[in-house]
């Protein structure tokens, strides 16, 4: 099992940052990609951006160039640094892992951005 415990949400201006944090339950040396979303109501929660377990990462194209994911495996943790924030980029946020053949959510956090 994995559980995972996303912070870090909150309302900001546009032109903003914020940093959102992961932090799983027990080791994430044992989790090769581990991952954020999000979703607005009446939308299909899409992906934002991952991370694999030796760094690679890849974006969606929405965020390119202003959000940041990165691990620090020492403390079991994946983060989301976003910069430049849009009003579109309003959403609750969520932190995704697989480990055997389950799939692991976090609880979310809520980022507003106001315009």
């Known amino acids: 099992q994995v559980q995972l415990v996303e912070s870090g949400g909150g309302l900001v201006q546009a032109g903003g940052s914020l940093r959102l944090s992961c932090v799983a339950s027990?080791?994430?040396?044992?989790?090769?990609?581990m991952g954020w979303y999000r979703q607005t109501p009446g939308k299909q929660r899409e992906l934002v951006a991952v991370?694999?377990?030796?760094?690679?990462?890849n974006y969606a194209d929405s965020v390119k160039g202003r959000f940041t994911i990165s691990r620090d495996n020492a403390k079991n943790t994946v983060y989301l640094e976003m910069n430049s924030l849009k009003p579109e980029d309003t959403a609750v946020y969520y932190c995704?892992?697989?480990?055997?053949?389950?799939?692991?959510w976090g609880q979310g956090t809520q980022v507003t951005v106001s315009s």
């Open positions: 991370i694999t377990l030796g760094g690679s990462t």
């Open positions: 995704n892992t697989d480990w055997g053949l389950q799939t692991f």
């Open positions: 027990g080791s994430i040396l044992r989790l090769n990609v």
